[in-house]
């Protein structure tokens, strides 16, 4: 279990849980989500996130195609986390939880970038992360 919030502090994450996955992603609206050259992202289960205090959500189809709502914190603008939604509305089984919002620092070192997401639009001077699969899409969370 580890914890985290925006920087404002009135929206807070619990992960009850361990991540699935951990990546980089370097499609452009992961830039503009991120306000960086990339985002580094924890694929964790929907049912492990708990959330205290009210996230803003903003819908966009993703370079993928597929819907995703990112939730931010209203106040500050921190990004959170993102997920997919089913056709009945609810929240798919996993979230990307956005890494750099845990507070832990032993977690984000231990949860190394298994997977870089469109890599054919990494800056020339990012080098790619060792032992990462380099990936030019989406792949399955």
């Given at each position: 279990m580890t914890a985290g919030g925006c920087f404002c502090g009135k929206v807070r994450i619990q992960l009850n849980g361990q991540p699935l996955k951990a990546g980089l992603c370097h499609c452009l609206d992961c830039r503009k989500l991120t306000?960086?050259?990339?985002s580094f992202g924890f694929v964790i289960k929907?049912?492990?996130l708990e959330v205290l205090g009210s996230?803003?959500?903003l819908v966009k189809t993703s370079d993928s195609g597929n819907e995703r709502h990112n939730y931010?914190?209203?106040?500050?603008?921190?990004?959170?986390?993102?997920?997919g939604m089913k056709a009945d509305g609810t929240p798919e089984e996993t979230t990307v939880l956005r890494a750099g919002i845990l507070e832990d620092s032993q977690v984000l070192t231990e949860w190394k970038p298994q997977a870089e997401?469109?890599?054919d639009r990494r800056l020339e001077w990012v080098p790619p992360i060792e032992g990462a699969a380099q990936c030019s899409a989406m792949i399955p969370l």
């Open positions: 306000g960086s050259i990339y929907t049912a492990d996230p803003k959500a931010f914190c209203p106040d500050c603008g921190t990004p959170l986390f993102g997920q997401l469109y890599t």
